[in-house]
């Protein structure tokens, strides 16, 4: 997918991301269940469901009072990230052409320097750029129930070694229908990081796929 389309995709979609999205997001991660403000919320947070080197998070994490041009002023970041190294980043989660306003950088700028200060811990700007990277929105929707798939009955390992020479997403699918078990084992396989394939591409049998070994 070359850069145009996929920002005419972006473009398609970002009229209806800062809509009122008031269902529920159940995080399989965080073993908790978020209302989400936005459908950009929604889609973020998938976003880091499938991210291996978030260990949890949190939406809406709490209320700070900070001082902004000599008044007492309310900020609640939109996400709390903790990652897997121990770290974690407040996150301030907007359009992207939200950013162009000097206004709000201004603002934004104070809200980094308090939290940094106070907290040692850093705020970042989280644009939907950053997560609308071609069908990869969409191709983690469809992915994401699979998470919860058990694979604990399955021998993971000779798993791999009967699939270490897939090449394409449709090598994967004929292999796992030679299993004699659920069809639902392959998304399974892609969702929970056992097999690596492009996300961003529109799923094809010819998208490329391997085991992932890391």
Same mark, same amino acid.
């Given at each position: 997918?070359?850069?145009?389309?996929?920002?005419?995709?972006?473009?398609?979609?970002?009229?209806?991301?800062?809509?009122?999205?008031?269902?529920?997001?159940?995080?399989?991660?965080?073993?908790?269940?978020?209302?989400?403000?936005?459908?950009?919320?929604?889609?973020?947070?998938?976003? %880091?469901?499938?991210?291996?080197?978030?260990?949890?998070?949190?939406?809406?994490?709490?209320?700070?009072?900070?001082?902004?041009?000599?008044?007492?002023?309310?900020?609640?970041?939109?996400?709390?990230?903790?990652?897997?190294?121990?770290?974690?980043?407040?996150?301030?989660?907007?359009?992207?052409?939200?950013?162009?306003?000097?206004?709000?950088?201004?603002?934004? #700028?104070?809200?980094?320097?308090?939290? %940094?200060?106070?907290?040692?811990?850093?705020?970042?700007?989280?644009?939907?750029?950053?997560?609308?990277?071609?069908?990869?929105?969409?191709?983690?929707?469809?992915?994401?129930?699979?998470?919860?798939?058990? %694979?604990?009955?399955?021998?993971?390992?000779?798993?791999?070694?009967?699939?270490?020479?897939?090449?394409? %997403?449709?090598?994967?699918?004929?292999?796992?229908?030679?299993?004699?078990? #659920?069809?639902?084992?392959?998304?399974?396989?892609?969702?929970?990081?056992?097999?690596?394939?492009?996300?961003?591409?529109?799923?094809?049998?010819?998208?490329?796929?391997?085991?992932?070994?890391?």
């Amino acid at each position: 997918m070359n850069d145009l389309e996929t920002q005419q995709i972006s473009q398609k979609r970002s009229h209806y991301y800062s809509k009122k999205y008031n269902r529920f997001f159940n995080s399989i991660k965080c073993n908790a269940v978020f209302r989400p403000d936005s459908y950009l919320e929604t889609c973020f947070m998938r976003e %880091l469901e499938f991210q291996t080197d978030v260990e949890i998070y949190k939406a809406q994490p709490k209320s700070y009072i900070y001082k902004y041009k000599g008044e007492l002023s309310r900020y609640t970041p939109d996400f709390l990230i903790k990652y897997i190294d121990g770290s974690h980043e407040f996150i301030e989660l907007k359009i992207s052409h939200r950013f162009d306003n000097e206004k709000f950088n201004h603002r934004f #700028s104070i809200l980094k320097e308090f939290f %940094l200060d106070r907290y040692n811990i850093p705020l970042v700007a989280s644009r939907n750029t950053d997560i609308d990277n071609g069908f990869k929105i969409e191709n983690l929707f469809k992915l994401y129930n699979y998470k919860k798939f058990d %694979l604990k009955p399955f021998n993971l390992q000779k798993i791999k070694d009967s699939l270490s020479n897939i090449n394409c %997403l449709g090598e994967l699918y004929a292999a796992v229908g030679n299993f004699n078990c #659920s069809n639902a084992l392959a998304p399974a396989l892609i969702a929970q990081n056992i097999v690596k394939t492009d996300l961003s591409l529109k799923f094809s049998p010819k998208n490329f796929a391997e085991i992932n070994n890391g």
